[in-house]
């Protein structure tokens, strides 16, 4: 062996002992998760602690007579009763959404939605304040409701919103209607209508992307316990975002904010429904101050599935205009949106219809415009962003869809439609015609890896042969290929369009090396599964050389963590990830400071060697990490600080663009519907990878979250504006045996501006997922001339399409 | 309301309590016993977060009375390290496998995959798929989870577990 062979070996030793970046580590999480050691908020037990539950209203629309609350108070175990009379002289009846609207905690005179919350029963277990919320006698006076949000501006419509009604300047702009909140346009409307006056082919199509919930396993909960002589509330929730849970909660009690310690413990699944603020998190904090005892609020599933936020409801009127050889020339998209009672979408103030002007997509289209339309109806509040970046799946979703209706149209190849128009290499960083710089991107690779991996020529020719057996009449099965290649928009976001109430989304990290050499670290992300004690520590193990075992990670706890805006939006790894990155880098720089006066040379004779600083020349002179550390606290040189701590508050430069193409296989029983998913085909570029376990797990599971959306997941309600399948019996998520095998791959194309390169995945997988099943079901049934089929795609629907076919005799 | 006193056995270890009838197997293990593994995920027995295994079957706690507990021997989360405290053969298979994310279903499916084991030691990938149908999992989208529990049947039965190749 040869000296410069040893010296390779025993950096790779060295390096693999770290645990750093690229390497699968196993998670740190995993020991307690397995041992039934996670500790959740209805794990927490205090001594004296209530128990709230919610009254909440049969109806979609109607007038409170009145509330009597006697027999529930008379029942022993009820401690008390709260309603809106209750909350009014404390101004807490409502509360501000994310949106700039505000939302009732507690009905006062309407009910605006089935499920609503009207009365906060709190007893001392659940059973007792369950059976209590039986005795609560309301009077109501059923009013017309809205459930189409196309009728919802009619001239003759029903008012929803009493309390805002005279207001007709909304939080973004005028107000057309009492029941409109929002008109958002962006891109150049005149252009647009010129291009598509002029073109050789237009597409035009209305593209639902229908309502649905979060509904992660672990429901939304909180434990609220005020501290009467001190004047301190301590709140424990299911919070992916716990540090603007503190401001809120300061700014609608009138609690100083550092008297409030909200503490986000292990939290079960989030995917956008634990970033709001709910009236169960105000009622247990009421209740506690009231009381001075703590108070827990558990929701039960149909509650979550009813009540706090919805996903989606995007009416999208996609339109594409092209020439006759394929080229997009332009993209004129109109969305109704329907947003429930209030206006509590968790968006960006900026941003009433999130990132919507994404859906340009991964092609070079030169002109744009899109309108949004926002309405009030008689259904459950919310709006969030479900496994994507806000609205960016609604988004991806109509373009993706627009490009197949187009290449039906032009009779032309999909995928060669989508390669004709992807934005080229050397056109990154890139403008899109609705205002986003792409900030990188190699479409054309990606897209040419996965056709050959998947066999794309060879699965068409399949095809062509099936639909001739089809007709022929040897088979009733149809084949159908879909294909998605979507681009994110993730990682919110520069302080300059980017704020929740007012706050920039800047991220933040801390770490503090003690003496020994071992590492405390924290964030202002809250981990709900994605694994960041694991995978922030490898960041920090390769930037400073210390190994990822010996690195804490610690999220969640305000009092402790740096202030940060959370886990949402994939952007822990965009905005949190390079706050870590930039503060082990200062903590690097000053130990190289400490290096040289150790070794008596000056600092620019030093070079970093995966975990330690040597000296130029003279590889056996350095000084390990660990042994800096220690001399950071006990021999400092001169006029230096002691300790090695630094911390950072990351203001991203730009948003990061994650790409994928995606490929999905499906074999339908047009007389049964039944549709199953002989392949799915994920390939992801999500820049530097920093866990490809983790990685890979994360796009097994917003696939599985994707599947269900476009299969068969739907929160659906009738005429009279009652919640149809609050259960998991109805409410469909996908089983062992209904979910496909995914096959995972990737290209690695790092984000310019970040400081690992990485650019987040998390969402990535749902985004692109939805899309490509939905065109796999619409392919599959093309050439039977079926149009565009609405999602969800389940069985009994897909039945009904072939029944409209006439196929089945 | 009047309580009924129950005997049973928990983890191996001999408990008495007095419940309520209506008390649900959950609560009375999560809130009178502090077993908080168990989870409450849907209150409808789909989701299987509160699987804990009674008398050698798969059991949802938050469809089972604790009165009918009474008598019976029950394993949850917290009794199925091995008893040196390491990690058991299923424990470590969902860890080298990534065969969890938030670990709200974790102790459930751990339970639920327990008994599957037991009742059919060598189960093909389908026999997994199908034998932990009522489990639901929202992170991980199964396939992991499926080679969790190879990983542990291969651990136990003392044959090689290759993971599929990438």
Redesign the interface.
Known sequence: MNDQTKIDQDRAERTEKLQGMGCKR??V????????????V??L?LPGMLFGDFVRSPHAHARIKSIDTSRAKALPGVVAVLTAADLKPLGLHYMPTLAGDVQAVLAEEKVLFQNQEVAFVIAED??IASDATELVDVEYEALPCIVDPFKSMDADAPILREDIQDKMEGAHGPRKHPNHIFEWTIGDKEATDAVFANADVTIKEMLVDHRTHP?????CQSVASFDKVKGELTLWGTFQAPHVIRTVVSLISGLPEHKIHVIAP????G?GNKVGAYAGYVCSVVGSIVLGVPVKW?E???ENLSTTSFARDYHMTTELAATKDGKIQAMRVHVLADHGAFDACADPSKWPAGFMNICTGSYDIPTAHLAVDGVYTNKASGGVAYRCSFRVTEAVFAIERAVELLADKLGMDAAELRIKNFIKPEQFPYKSALGWEYDSGDYHTAMKKAMDTIGYKELREEQAQKREAFKRGETREIMGIGISFFTEIVGAGPAKNCDILGIAMFDSAEIRIHPTGSVIARMGTKS????HETTYAQIIATEIGIPADDIMIEEGNTDTAPYGLGTYGSRSTPVAGAATAVAARKIKAKAQMIAAHMLEVHEGDLEWDVDRFRVKGLPEKFKTMKEIAWAAYNAPPPNMEPGLEAVNYYEPPNMTYPFGAYFCVMDIDVDTGVAKTRRFYALDDCGTRINP??I???V??G???AFACAMGQEIRYDEHGNVMGA???DFF?P???E?P??E?DFTVTPSPHHPIGAKGVGESPHVGGVPCFSNAVNDAYAFLGAGHIQMPHDAWRLWTVGQKLGLHT | MAKSHIELTINGKKVEALV?P??LLI?FL??QQ???????????G??G?CTVEMDDMSVKSCMTFAVQANGASIT???G??NPDGT?SAL??G???M?G????????GM?LRAHRLLKENPAPTEDE???G???????????????KAIQYAAAKINGTPFQEAA?
């Open positions: 196993k998670r999480e995993d020991v307690r998760f397995t041992q039934g050691k996670g500790s959740y209805d794990d037990k659940r059973y509904s992660p396993l672990e429901t292990d939290i079960g699944g995917f558990v039960d599933r149909m709900q599964g994605q694994g376990m983790i890979e797990g994360q097994h599971g696939l599985t979250e259960s998991f019996m998520l089983t062992a045996v979910t095998n995914w995972t | 309520e209506r008390t609560h999560r809130e502090n077993l908080t593994g168990a989870h409450i995920g849907c209150d409808t789909h989701c977060a949850t989360i917290e199925m390290a990690l424990q470590e969902f860890r080298m990534h969890l994310q938030c670990g709200y279903c974790t102790p751990i997994i798929r199908n932990i149908a009522g489990n639901l999992c929202r992170c991980t989208g199964y396939v992991n989870i499926v990438e």
